[in-house]
């Protein structure tokens, strides 16, 4: 059991996290025990992902606290996108469990070949097979962004918002074959145009996402995912091939978002000037396994971090 630390200027209590791993699939992981605990928003229990004979990650086990920044660091390979694919139902885990806001929204043990292929641990610990599609892991509050971006590049900036808020979209076929949303369409395109001017994007809704400046086409893919309605968001590398600047300003507008949208946000980066600015807590994984998880401090000043990872200074 860990205690998240308060953010700058949050006078309230550090919110108390509890470990899920005993927690069966369709209860509320970590709810209404004897301690008053709250569940994690997010918890991965166990979490190992075989591809044949290649670990790509081993009981990966974490927490992310409701309104926490938390990162996700190590070095190339170390599985990190693997775990962000994990949680958001693009790959099935070989074995062990995730939750979000205490429902299992994944949980899978060795089966088939996989039984004599598994090099991972936690065998047994583990009996039900449970997966939630993308589709439904975003209708349940978690939405991504990517390591290359990922816009409807032939498409507007407007329509690329457009699009994300027909996740939500109350209609069918019926009513789409006789045009009766025109209620609902009118509700949508108004609420994406209110997410652009929020988002200092109103002067380029009519722009093709393609022909945007980097940095730009980097807050319409984040923008394209608030359409969307999460309460966790995914940042995979947001800073990648941005220069100084761009970083700087991208360090101030995930900490707006944050408060704007009440959000939880956990983030993979190897810029790590942003990562120690904006964490709350950070976990390092190396080869697939964790190795350290703390607050910035306490992970700047690991020494396993440091060989694996972050490194000395030439002159130190």
Same mark, same amino acid.
């Given at each position: ?5 308060? /953010?700058?200027?949050? &006078? ?5 996290? !509890? ?8 209860? %509320? ?34 927490? !992310? ?31 062990? %469990? ?20 598994? &090099? ?14 993308? *589709? ?81 086409? /980097? %807050? ?37 978002? /944050? ?17 120690? /600015?904006?964490? *709350? ?33 030439? *002159?130190?």
């Amino acid at each position: 059991m860990t205690d998240a630390p308060a /953010r700058a200027g949050d &006078k309230s209590k550090p919110l108390k996290l !509890v470990d899920v791993s005993g927690a069966g699939a369709g209860t %509320r992981a970590g709810i209404g025990n004897a301690s008053g605990a709250l569940a994690a928003h997010l918890a991965l229990d166990g979490v190992t992902m075989q591809f044949g004979g290649v670990l790509a990650l081993d009981s990966l086990s974490l927490e !992310v606290g409701a309104g926490e920044i938390v990162a996700l660091i190590g070095p190339n390979g170390a599985g990190k996108t693997t775990a962000f694919n994990c949680i958001t139902g693009v790959y099935e885990p070989t074995n062990g %469990r995730i939750a979000l806001n205490g429902e299992i929204i994944a949980e899978n043990r060795p089966r088939g070949k996989m039984k004599s292929l598994y &090099k991972g641990s936690g065998r047994g610990q583990y009996s039900k097979a449970v997966r939630i599609t993308p *589709d439904k892991i975003t209708m349940r509050g978690i939405a991504r962004t990517y390591q290359n971006i990922r816009l409807f590049k032939g498409l507007t900036v407007f329509e690329n918002v457009l699009i994300a808020k027909h996740m939500r979209a109350k209609q069918n076929p019926f009513s789409a074959a006789f045009r009766l949303n025109a209620q609902e369409e009118a509700r949508m395109r108004g609420e994406a145009m209110a997410l652009l001017e929020e988002q200092n994007l109103t002067h380029l809704k009519d722009d093709i996402a393609s022909g945007l400046p980097y940095g730009y086409q /980097r %807050r319409l893919e984040i923008a394209r995912a608030l359409a969307t309605g999460p309460t966790l968001l995914l940042l995979d590398e947001p800073a990648a091939g941005m220069n100084p600047q761009e970083t700087f300003e991208l360090n101030e507008y995930i900490l707006q978002i /944050r408060e704007r949208y009440g959000l939880t946000i956990f983030l993979i980066e190897h810029h790590m000037d942003l990562v120690m /600015r904006i964490s *709350d807590r950070i976990y390092v994984l190396d080869f697939g396994k964790m190795i350290a998880h703390g607050t910035p401090e306490q992970i700047q000043s690991d020494k396993r971090v440091i060989d694996a990872y972050l490194g000395v200074a030439e *002159d130190a």
